[in-house]
């Protein structure tokens, strides 16, 4: 008791507390990005056409930026010597699709403002979380060579945009598509591959040679049975071989094997496996050309429900991207703000066309009433 009393009587100690600030480990993703890439994107044609249908269409969509002779309008135009906007959105945008992580480097060579955009891979990119749990750098690993990205601690500036889906079990990276449709995928590519084995053996189901040979033999001799095996596989299998006729010898049937009812409705699960891949990605199986898809009445309402729900969402998940990322890295000209420039989209001229005929034949409402519904400017506002 007299010890506890002592302590708490002891005159205090000032502790001076030491801040230092040095980058993390970084957290490597759980998915290996460069196997969707493989595995969905390279090897199977749905996956393949959807990521480049949304990509390119998300990438088609014109940005607008405001002031329009802001610095970043022309960075997004030409974002490096290489590539032009359109190109590096369309990258953006697929690794997007594939991984469920994009990452954008914004270079600087004069000044501190972005002076080139360049797209970097995300199976070579980690994220370095800080002590908070948020993200305070990133790295860029190629073989043995690594570049490290630190957010700026004062200003949050960060050299690196990095832009993912939402993951509900992951605090650093995105979930993609890829990985939710991979089931699907396998099953896509299983049904191929099953597919191509049909035609390697002659294009047609599988059969026997049944051997009844003279005085009751059942069975041929070694020589005989590997001399036969031979011919088959030099005479019978393969593409160019399909529809050859079969020449046998006395005492050899053969018996052609059908397919069973689960065997038959294997292309059926392969185009169930197609739509499902499709759902995933958010492309209406109409437009890929998949049977059994009635969902749409025509092409043109799929193709729009295509812009609407997927590429238009995704571009301007893109464009805000932009904007809160380097919008206001140019103090002399102010910030910028980055829009879709839904008006001028090609496929969404059937929607203004009728919300014109609409407005159109509305008696009741002024001219400046139509053109707020438009959203075209009043000649006092355009003034």
């Known amino acids: 008791m007299l010890d506890w009393w002592r302590r708490l ?33 390279a090897r199977n044609a749905i996956a393949y056409r959807c990521v480049r249908m949304i990509a390119e269409a998300a990438a088609s969509a014109p940005l607008k930026v405001g002031p329009a002779d802001h610095p970043l309008a022309r960075l997004l135009a030409r974002p490096n010597p ?19 992580n994009a990452y954008l480097e914004a270079a600087s060579i004069e000044s501190d403002a972005p002076s080139e955009l360049y797209v970097l891979r ?25 570049r490290k990205f630190e957010r700026d601690p004062v200003t949050s500036d960060a050299p690196i945009l990095h832009l993912k889906l939402f993951h509900p079990a992951d605090d650093w990276y995105g979930l993609s598509p890829m990985e939710a449709a991979a089931f699907s995928i396998d099953i896509h590519n299983a049904g191929g591959a099953w597919n191509k084995a049909l035609i390697d053996n ?27 095996k031979q011919e ?3 005479m019978h299998v393969g593409a160019a071989n399909a529809g050859r006729p079969m020449l046998l010898e006395g005492g050899l049937e053969w018996r052609p094997m059908s397919l069973s009812p689960s065997e038959m409705d294997f292309s059926e699960a392969r185009h169930s496996a197609a739509r499902d891949i499709a759902l995933a990605f958010g492309v209406p199986p109409m437009l890929l050309g998949i ?5 749409y009445s ?18 301007m998940k893109g464009a805000r991207g932009i904007e809160a990322w380097i919008g206001d890295r140019w103090p002399e000209t102010g910030p910028a703000a980055v829009n879709v420039d839904v008006e001028n989209v090609p496929a969404l001229t059937i929607e203004r066309e009728a919300l014109w005929s609409r407005i159109g034949s509305a008696n009741f409402l002024s001219e400046d009433e139509k053109r707020r519904m438009a959203g075209v400017e009043t000649p006092e506002r355009a003034q």
Not at 9 to 25: D, F, M, Q
Not at 214 to 225: I, K, M, P, V, Y
Not at 299 to 314: D, G, I, K
Request: proline share 7%; charged share 25%; hydrophobic share 40%.
């Open 9 to 41: 009587r002891a005159p205090r100690v000032e502790r001076k507390l030491l801040a230092w600030h040095a980058l993390g480990r970084p957290a490597w993703s759980a998915r290996d990005p460069s196997v969707f890439a493989r595995e969905g994107y």
């Open 82 to 100: 290489e590539q032009t906007g359109i190109e590096l959105l369309e990258a953006f945008y697929g690794h997007l699709q594939v991984s469920g």
């Open 122 to 146: 995300p199976d070579r990119m980690s994220v370095v979380p800080g002590a908070d749990g948020w993200p305070v750098g990133w790295e860029h690993r190629v073989g043995s060579s690594v």
């Open 202 to 228: 002659a294009a047609r189901p599988s059969g026997a040679l049944v051997f009844t040979g003279a005085g009751g033999a059942d069975r041929l001799s070694e020589e005989q049975f590997r001399r036969l």
């Open 232 to 234: 088959l596989e030099d």
């Open 291 to 295: 049977p059994g898809d009635n969902t």
């Open 298 to 315: 025509n092409y043109r309402e799929a193709n729009l429900a295509f812009w609407r729900q997927t590429a238009l969402p995704l571009a």
